[in-house]
């Protein structure tokens, strides 16, 4: 059992070192992308801050819309209509 348990310990450092080069052989390809990509997120930012202020004023306009339709709807109760 032990055996087994040191040949998987073994081969799993294999393997690590070999993830490792690919990281590595890939990190000059992929560099200028994850950089171009953290610009373009950076971009984002006050466009995603729009939204969220656009999607806070609907919000609010939503509520009032069922205040209003509560209260219309109770007065036209209250008033038999």
Known sequence: MQAKVAG??????????TLEAIFEATKGKTEPIRM??????KDLIPLKKKVNDVQQKV????????MCTYSTSTYVDMMGC
């Open 8 to 17: 998987l310990e073994k081969k799993k450092l294999e393997e690590e070192k």
């Open 59 to 66: 919000d609010v306009a939503a509520s009032e819309i069922k």
């Open 36 to 41: 171009e990509m953290e610009a373009k997120q």
